[in-house]
């Protein structure tokens, strides 16, 4: 089972009587599908739909919830969770000393201690487990981690899109249990509610792999001289990009060669995505 160590994650606690019902409100997913011992992904939008912060929930005690986010953003976010707050009875805090560390290739998750809290991340369709607080011992590195996140489809900003720059169609957030489409309102709900009810969801994550190592994130994928989207992260040959995928279906019915800089790539839509690609190109790129 390899464990390994991401320092690059923090951890912001939200807790009190009003806790559950406030992130209700405000976040995409619906937290009274939250089981106990499960991290499920989920996202604070923009008023347009637009993803502005990104995290992993799970319960952490009676009223009582963990956010796990970039270590990066995670001043902002509480920020902003702050700033939406107003008079709900949440206490709102980010914990600086939590060590996060994640476990995956295995049927059973970590024995856990007084010091550790083990719950399975729902965004891969095999076991994978998050610890926090005292972890197993590390024995694989961060981009042995990436490397299987990336060959599971799962799409995180930062290595892969830009916050404010994407909808949760756009990275699968509606395909693994990130969007509550029937729990009631939330911030940015009805634009996501209209993609999802008129199915004008175009850009979506697609698995990326090539006979050679794949060039940097951000470079354009390309076919017939026309831009289809843009490379994530990658491992090796293997990657992830963002793409529009009436213009790929485009590109396969033509037979046309696809590239991300000067190497050819193949694409193909995760197996455990409900999506396809569409069955004729849209009017604009007809």
């Known amino acids: 089972m390899p464990t390994a160590i991401l320092a690059d994650r923090a951890i912001t606690d939200v807790s009190g009587p009003d ?8 976040l995409t997913l619906d937290l009274d599908a939250l089981g106990q011992n499960e991290a499920r992904p989920g996202a604070l939008l923009a008023p347009q739909g637009k993803i502005m912060f990104d995290f992993l929930v799970s319960r952490s005690g009676e009223n009582a919830l963990r956010l796990e986010c970039r270590a990066d953003i995670a001043d902002d976010f509480v920020r902003r969770l702050m700033l939406y707050r107003l008079r709900a009875k949440a206490d709102i805090s980010k914990q ?3 060590l996060v560390s994640v476990s995956w290739q295995s049927d059973s998750a970590a024995s856990q201690t007084d010091s550790t809290t083990t719950v399975r991340d729902s965004r891969f369709p095999s076991p994978v487990f998050r610890h926090y607080g005292v972890a197993p011992a590390a024995t694989a590195g961060e981009a042995d981690w990436h490397a299987f996140r990336i060959a ?3 799409a ?3 290595p892969d899109y830009a916050l404010a720059d ?3 169609h756009d990275v699968l957030l509606d395909q693994m249990g990130g969007v509550g489409f029937k729990k009631g309102c939330f911030i940015g709900q009805e634009v996501v509610s209209r993609m999802q009810h008129r199915g004008t969801a175009r850009r979506r994550v697609l698995l990326v792999t090539a006979a050679a190592d794949l060039p940097a994130a ?5 076919a017939d001289g026309k831009v289809l989207g843009a490379l994530g992260s990658a491992s090796g040959s293997h990657g992830l990009a963002i793409a529009r995928i009436d213009r790929v279906k485009a590109a396969l019915d033509a037979g046309s060669e ?4 000067d190497v050819a790539v193949s694409l193909e839509i995760p197996s455990w995505a409900s999506f396809t690609y569409p069955e004729a190109a849209s009017a604009e790129d007809a």
């Open 152 to 154: 599971n489809a799962v």
């Open 96 to 98: 600086d000393q939590v």
């Open 258 to 261: 696809i590239t991300a800089g």
């Open 19 to 26: 806790a559950e019902h406030f992130l209700q409100n405000i």
């Open 166 to 168: 994407a909808f949760p």
């Open 218 to 222: 951000g470079t354009e994928l390309r």
């Open 156 to 158: 995180e900003s930062g």
